[in-house]
């Protein structure tokens, strides 16, 4: 897997103070989509054992209190991504307790493989649902455009 960027401190891709992850690769090319450099597969930098292990720190930090991580990209559920979140995800379920996963995904949550299920099956939050420019709303929180769904899993 590779990602395009990594924020250890982010205030807006979820609810208080956050880690956020946008990975490379996505089939959805929805139209309006402002992170177009994300859909290929190849693009951004590999995904390796340090920036995972950055991840963690971060979320372990006790300085900057972060509630936890979210999960945008491209796709985190494109199927070449999903073992690499599914590791990651697993990861920090086991060493970072207290913190929430929130991960965006243009599939919708009845059109997920099981593959794709096991990683919400573990995470708090699932927006899902492609980007529509024509239903785009400023005023939303956490998602672009109306028909897409926020899915609080725990």
């Known amino acids: 897997m590779n990602y395009h960027k990594y924020y250890s401190v982010d205030v807006v891709n979820g609810p208080g103070t956050r880690c956020t992850l946008f990975v490379s690769g996505c089939e959805h090319k929805c139209h ?3 992170n177009k ?9 590999p995904f390796t054992k340090q920036i995972e292990n950055t991840i963690i720190k971060d ?4 300085k900057i209190k972060r509630q936890g991580l979210s999960i945008s990209g491209g796709d985190p559920l494109h199927p ?3 073992p690499t979140i599914l590791k990651l995800i697993k990861r920090i379920k086991t060493v970072c307790i207290n913190k929430d996963i929130w991960i965006w995904t243009g599939y919708k949550i009845n059109e997920l493989t099981i ?3 096991e990683i919400v099956s573990l995470i708090n939050t699932l927006i899902d ?3 529509k420019k024509d239903l785009y709303d400023p005023k939303l929180l ?12 725990r």
């Not at 450099?37 to 190849?42: E, G, H, R």
């Open 59 to 62: 979320l372990q930090d006790t």
């Open 142 to 153: 956490f998602r672009g455009s109306s028909n897409q769904i926020i899915h609080k899993l």
């Open 80 to 82: 070449f991504n999903v």
């Open 129 to 131: 649902g492609k980007f």
């Open 32 to 34: 309006g989509c402002y």
């Open 115 to 117: 593959e794709q299920l």
């Open 37 to 45: 450099s994300t859909w290929k597969l190849d693009s951004g930098k």
